[in-house]
């Protein structure tokens, strides 16, 4: 299994909601990201889980709050969130010779 | 001035031309470069990775990292209609920490 799957693909959350977003590797990596990107434009770091640990937080507003319940899975739980957070995001994994990328959850904020 | 520098595009080639990408850094620590293909709505899909200087070669693609300049090129040979897509640099100061991404080129093959 070299994948990194994201679920669900496609999320419509109004601003008062609370939602996951669920991301899954089996690969053995260490290592797990938390990405969002905007239209024509490259992925911007949220946060970098190693060893299950929360190792980098690139300053993200605290209604976004990551989980790493195992080696396997990274949630990213949404809350109270702003139209201006309507954007594509991405789970990745890596042992440290290249990152893995996940399909991606395209959250639209209502 | 960004880290990383890529040129936007768009790039548009004849099929079964050469494309040719590169990136331009200016922090002498990163040590791990990689070029990711991504298509519309998509993720970005690994396409090189290369550690320190010199050149990679997989298949259609050469990945060639010049750290004396701070350069990075990918070449794609015999180019295709579906090598249509952005094509980002990446690059790390060590394995597993944090990309840092240029801005993306888009790339159009013409048929």
């Known amino acids: 299994d070299t994948e990194v799957t994201q679920t669900p693909k496609h999320l419509v959350m109004g601003m008062t909601n609370k939602k996951s977003l669920k991301c899954e590797q089996h690969?053995?990596?260490?290592?797990m990201y938390w990405y969002k990107q905007k239209a024509k434009k490259p992925p911007e770091l949220m946060f970098v889980?190693?060893?299950?640990?929360?190792?980098i937080n690139e300053s993200v507003p605290s209604r976004f709050s990551p989980e790493c319940p195992n080696s396997s899975l990274l949630n990213l739980h949404l809350h109270a969130l702003q139209p201006e957070d309507s954007a594509l995001y991405l789970c990745a994994s890596s042992r440290g010779d290249g990152y893995t990328f996940g399909s991606g959850t395209r959250l639209t904020v209502v | 001035q960004k880290e990383v520098e890529q040129d936007p595009g768009p790039l548009s080639v004849p099929e079964g031309a050469i494309v040719s990408l590169n990136c331009t850094y200016s922090n002498s620590a990163f040590q791990y470069f990689m070029w990711y293909r991504q298509y519309s709505r998509k993720g970005p899909e690994l396409l090189m990775y290369t550690y320190s200087s010199g050149n990679k070669e997989d298949g259609r693609f050469t990945a060639q990292v010049d750290k004396s300049s701070k350069y990075i090129s990918l070449f794609i040979r015999d180019s295709q209609p579906s090598d249509s897509a952005t094509y980002l640099c990446?690059?790390?100061?060590?394995?597993?920490?944090?990309?840092?991404f240029g801005g993306g080129t888009r790339v159009l093959v013409k048929p």
């Open positions: 889980y190693s060893y299950e640990k929360l190792s």
């Open positions: 990446a690059m790390s100061g060590a394995a597993g920490n944090k990309l840092t």
């Open positions: 690969m053995g990596h260490r290592a």
